[in-house]
């Protein structure tokens, strides 16, 4: 940069702008301290908007441009430009305006600018982009709208061999679900595929019918929750479809969260029943018991050890109900094949149905309808990898982006949360 009022030369420095086909006409600060770099484009000729062919005819400038640009050294920078304007002979001197590659029409940034908005979008809200940046709350949006894609490119793939569908509820207790479809790539990615606006099963199937037909050979799972909506719309796809063939998976995370839930309720119930029964002195053995019970027994310390010992002679139920628990996790963690596994699922329900526990009941009856799917887990012990982390994610991103109602909205700034290092950084 030169032409700064003001400093000595030795305290200048000359670094390449990174913007090209421009000359740097002049630079200037304003009372903030901001940086005003005016440029001209040394590019000569358009494409005439009428006719698509390229013209050279000037024909002035067009109204002039001030876009935000990547700061310098904490300041701000804006660059000005007034746009060439170029007649066309062949469409009766209609005048196009000339667009260079660093900018879009009508956005108040450039190019590099959006690119870093994202960036540091990445992870956070837009309010707190648009205070951090001092941008306007709609430009940031509308960085998002000229930077993000609001539903997939399907020619990012090649392949869908697992894909996942899962939902996050949008209202608390209100049953309020949008589903949301990923994929794990070859290499372990897990890419988001699409934000659907209910778990339908007509939506869920609309959905896969609107897949590129060369992606459908490639798909070979579908690892779900148990919802009828989601495997009832795959298995009628691919019935309609000779080509497809594709095998639900219940996601075994979806299974573990089940079962275990029926010993967390038990647990409720039984030190509700103990803090009663107990004296002070005996009820304070087992307090705090809540994390040692969540625990696989080898993870436990000592401590945490006694005290569950204590728990299970004042409840010879959530012992037995503990027990079963870690029996069936420990079924899922052997290296069995799908008959084997079915078979000992199989023997773990009738032994729990011969006891005296009621705590699993409803698992009971939910193994007796998802067996099939369930066990299918085991060929192959593929899952949707949307639990693996980016559930937590989506779950952080929904509540940062609270009042987000849009589908497309949510899929960006999803999209953004999981590719955004990967594409802005
Ligand atoms: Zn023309």
């Known amino acids: 940069m030169s032409n700064h009022q003001g400093l000595k030369s030795r305290n200048l420095i000359t670094f390449p702008l990174d913007i090209s086909e421009v000359d740097v006409i002049n630079v200037e600060t304003n009372e ?29 400038y067009g109204r002039e441009l001030e876009l935000r640009h990547l700061p310098i050294l904490g300041h701000r920078l804006y660059l000005r430009l007034r746009p060439k304007r170029y007649k066309c002979p062949r469409c009766n001197g209609k005048t196009t305006t000339q667009e260079l590659d660093w ?53 990012e793939f090649t392949e869908l061999k697992i894909v996942g569908i899962d939902e996050i509820a949008m ?77 639900v998976v219940v996601d075994r995370f979806h299974v573990t969260k089940n079962y275990r839930e029926c010993v967390d309720n038990l647990r409720k119930k039984e030190c509700h029943r103990l803090k009663k029964e107990l004296s002070e002195a005996q009820y304070a053995e087992i307090h705090g018991v809540l994390w040692p019970i969540r625990k696989k027994s080898e993870d436990l310390t000592t401590e945490e050890q006694e005290k569950l010992q204590h728990l299970f002679e004042y409840s010879p139920e959530l012992k037995l109900a503990y027990t079963f628990r870690e029996e069936l996790t420990s079924i899922f963690e052997l290296p069995l094949t799908k008959e084997k ?4 699922i199989i023997a773990w ?28 887990y085991f060929t192959g012990r593929f899952s949707s990898g949307f639990v693996e982390g980016l559930n937590n ?33």
Request: glycine share 6%; net charge neutral; with cysteine.
């Open 32 to 60: 903030r301290g901001d940086y005003i770099v005016t440029v001209e484009s040394t590019q000569n000729g358009a494409t005439c908007q009428s006719c698509g062919g390229w013209i050279t005819q000037p024909n002035g």
């Open 103 to 155: 900018y879009e029409p009508r956005s108040p940034h450039t190019k590099a600018y959006d690119r870093h908005l994202m960036l540091q979008l990445v992870n956070s809200t837009v309010e707190d982009v648009s205070q951090k940046e001092d941008v306007g709350y709609d430009a940031v949006d509308g960085a998002v709208e000229r930077c993000i894609q609001d539903r997939v490119n399907w020619d």
């Open 171 to 247: 209202t608390k207790g209100h049953g309020n679900f949008v589903a949301i479809l990923t994929t794990q790539q070859a290499d372990g990615h897990v890419a988001l595929l699409g934000v659907l606006a209910d778990r339908q099963k007509e939506t869920v199937r609309q959905f896969l019918e609107n897949i590129p037909k060369r992606l459908w050979q490639t798909m070979k799972k579908v690892c779900t929750d148990m919802w009828e909506g989601y495997t009832n719309a795959v298995t009628e796809f691919a019935a309609a479809h000779p080509e497809v063939s594709i095998e």
């Open 341 to 344: 596994a079915r078979e000992q």
């Open 349 to 376: 329900q009738s032994k729990v149905s011969r006891s005296a526990l009621t705590c699993f009941d409803k698992f009971l009856t939910t193994l007796d309808n998802w067996l099939d799917k369930i066990v299918n």
């Open 393 to 425: 994610k989506i779950k952080t991103t929904k509540r940062r982006c609270y009042g987000i109602l849009r589908n497309t909205t949510l899929f960006q700034r999803l999209y953004l949360d999981i590719e955004g290092y990967r594409n802005f950084a």
